[in-house]
């Protein structure tokens, strides 16, 4: 059944694993979900408080992030290539497109979706963007834990407070913490000793890509596999699981939460993996494998997501709204074209500098390697929706400012996706 039918029925000096900070979750959800640092962007919004306003495409409510694509066939899987598509991507790319993986699937006619792909099975570290993969972990283990009660699930995530600890050490990334006594933002990085809920953990791993965030959810994650219905279980035994389980043993847990959901859910392992923790504790204290990523499998997951295919609709639809930026754009988000649009959203970097006459080493513009990963479900305008489509982006284009690129490749890819779509042909 074809895809129309189917919709119709070196030394190196300077390293840094560098991520995207741009917070996500719609404005309207501190109550429901208790994530704190949404009431001080709400207030921000509504000018009691000073800041940043949001862009228009921010504004959606938690109701109007949903899944766009669930009621689709449960068999549908990516189209084939469209050659026509792929050349006006190519296009975009210009000169230096054979350092760029890109897949872009359109879904703005349901009824007729393309797919657009350049070195789509090229595998690079995911950097930052692996994350999702703990988001995708996490959710599984919660399904697992309580397969038909949705409510249980959002329970625990609301209500389970978690307390850092050294698994969180270190990391350079602030997150930001609302001070509900005082009713103050605080931003920092988090350290040994700061409390925060599941939901607001996830928060800070996906909106402020926060890697001591990650590191503690993969922690909580291999607590909440191995104890079942008693977790969350008290700290000191919780530490004392880490101290005595043998070494071998730990990374067993540690694949078992987070690289089995990934095939269980119809992706391919090899490639697409998250296998070790993000930050340098975590790494000696559970031993993990490497990481890496295709932007083909990247698509097929953001494809799973809108189909409310990851785990369930219910694990789908939260990942989506934590995927929705709704504090500073960056990047590839950054894009002027897309003020208007509601981006749901993931990047991140790794690049590295080796001494070279008359080049100065700087973030993001690496001269031995520049990785820059983006992962963005744009909907265009956030409403009334007209346009809708799914880009993963992975770049190596040395000496240059790859966050600059994106964002630059961000507008074309707009413009393309206009051109493709104009006014008065889609209803």
Same mark, same amino acid.
């Given at each position: 059944?074809?895809?129309?039918?189917?919709?119709?029925?070196?030394?190196?000096?300077?390293?840094?694993?560098?991520?995207?900070?741009?917070?996500?979750?719609?404005?309207?959800?501190?109550?429901?979900?208790?994530?704190?640092?949404?009431?001080?962007?709400?207030?921000?919004?509504?000018?009691?408080?000073?800041?940043? $306003?949001?862009?228009?495409?921010?504004?959606?409510?938690?109701?109007?992030?949903?899944?766009?694509?669930?009621?689709?066939?449960?068999?549908?899987?990516?189209?084939?290539?469209?050659?026509?598509?792929?050349?006006?991507?190519?296009?975009?790319?210009?000169?230096?497109?054979?350092?760029?993986?890109?897949?872009?699937?359109?879904?703005?006619?349901?009824?007729?979706?393309?797919?657009?792909?350049?070195?789509?099975?090229?595998?690079?570290?995911?950097?930052?963007?692996?994350?999702?993969?703990?988001?995708?972990?996490?959710?599984?283990?919660?399904?697992?834990?309580?397969?038909?009660?949705?409510?249980?699930? =959002?329970?625990?995530?609301?209500?389970?407070?978690?307390?850092?600890?050294?698994?969180?050490?270190?990391?350079?990334?602030?997150?930001?913490?609302?001070?509900?006594?005082?009713?103050?933002?605080?931003?920092?990085?988090?350290?040994?000793?700061?409390?925060?809920?599941?939901?607001?953990?996830?928060?800070?791993?996906?909106?402020?890509?926060?890697?001591?965030?990650?590191?503690?959810?993969? $922690?909580?994650?291999?607590?909440?596999?191995?104890? !079942?219905?008693?977790?969350? /279980?008290?700290?000191?035994?919780? $530490?004392?699981?880490?101290?005595?389980?043998?070494?071998?043993?730990?990374?067993?847990?540690?694949?078992?939460?987070?690289?089995?959901?990934?095939?269980?859910?119809?992706?391919?392992?090899?490639?697409?993996?998250?296998?070790?923790?993000?930050?340098?504790?975590?790494?000696? $204290?559970?031993?993990?494998?490497?990481?890496?990523?295709?932007?083909?499998?990247?698509?097929?997951?953001? =494809?799973?997501?809108?189909?409310?295919?990851?785990?369930?609709?219910?694990?789908?639809?939260?990942?989506?709204?934590?995927?929705?930026?709704?504090?500073?754009?960056?990047?590839?988000?950054?894009?002027?074209?897309?003020?208007?649009?509601?981006?749901? =959203?993931?990047?991140?970097?790794? =690049?590295?500098?080796?001494?070279?006459? !008359?080049?100065?080493?700087?973030?993001?513009?690496?001269?031995?390697?520049?990785?820059?990963?983006?992962?963005?479900?744009?909907?265009?305008?956030?409403?009334?929706?007209?346009?809708?489509? /799914? /880009?993963?982006?992975?770049?190596?284009?040395?000496?240059?400012?790859?966050?600059?690129?994106?964002?630059?490749?961000?507008?074309?890819?707009?413009?393309?996706?206009?051109?493709?779509?104009?006014?008065?042909?889609?209803?």
């Amino acid at each position: 059944m074809n895809v129309s039918t189917m919709v119709r029925a070196m030394t190196v000096v300077c390293l840094s694993a560098a991520a995207a900070i741009a917070a996500a979750y719609p404005l309207d959800s501190f109550e429901a979900t208790g994530i704190g640092r949404l009431e001080e962007a709400r207030r921000v919004q509504a000018g009691t408080m000073p800041g940043v $306003k949001q862009p228009r495409g921010a504004l959606l409510t938690r109701e109007e992030v949903d899944l766009r694509l669930e009621d689709l066939p449960s068999e549908m899987r990516l189209p084939t290539v469209d050659p026509e598509f792929t050349a006006q991507v190519r296009d975009v790319l210009g000169a230096q497109v054979d350092a760029y993986a890109v897949s872009i699937l359109d879904l703005s006619d349901r009824a007729q979706p393309r797919y657009a792909e350049i070195n789509g099975d090229v595998l690079r570290n995911p950097g930052s963007v692996g994350k999702l993969m703990v988001a995708l972990a996490f959710f599984q283990a919660l399904a697992d834990l309580y397969p038909n009660d949705t409510a249980k699930r =959002f329970d625990l995530l609301k209500n389970t407070v978690v307390t850092a600890d050294e698994f969180v050490l270190t990391d350079s990334h602030t997150v930001r913490r609302w001070d509900r006594a005082d009713e103050r933002l605080i931003r920092r990085p988090l350290a040994p000793g700061d409390r925060g809920t599941l939901f607001e953990f996830l928060d800070w791993m996906i909106s402020a890509s926060s890697n001591s965030a990650a590191a503690a959810l993969m $922690k909580e994650g291999m607590l909440l596999k191995h104890f !079942g219905t008693r977790y969350p /279980v008290p700290v000191d035994e919780g $530490k004392r699981y880490f101290t005595v389980t043998p070494r071998a043993e730990l990374t067993r847990a540690l694949a078992e939460f987070i690289e089995t959901p990934v095939t269980r859910n119809g992706l391919d392992l090899a490639r697409l993996r998250q296998g070790s923790f993000f930050t340098a504790t975590g790494k000696r $204290k559970v031993q993990g494998t490497s990481s890496h990523a295709s932007t083909r499998e990247l698509m097929n997951y953001m =494809f799973k997501l809108e189909q409310g295919r990851l785990v369930d609709a219910f694990s789908s639809r939260e990942i989506k709204r934590l995927m929705y930026s709704t504090e500073r754009r960056i990047r590839y988000a950054s894009s002027p074209a897309l003020f208007n649009s509601a981006v749901y =959203f993931k990047s991140g970097s790794w =690049f590295g500098c080796k001494p070279e006459p !008359g080049f100065v080493c700087r973030p993001y513009a690496g001269n031995v390697r520049n990785f820059m990963n983006s992962v963005a479900i744009v909907e265009h305008p956030a409403t009334p929706r007209r346009i809708h489509y /799914v /880009v993963t982006l992975m770049s190596n284009v040395l000496r240059r400012n790859s966050a600059v690129d994106h964002q630059s490749l961000a507008t074309r890819i707009q413009r393309l996706m206009e051109k493709r779509h104009p006014v008065s042909a889609v209803p």
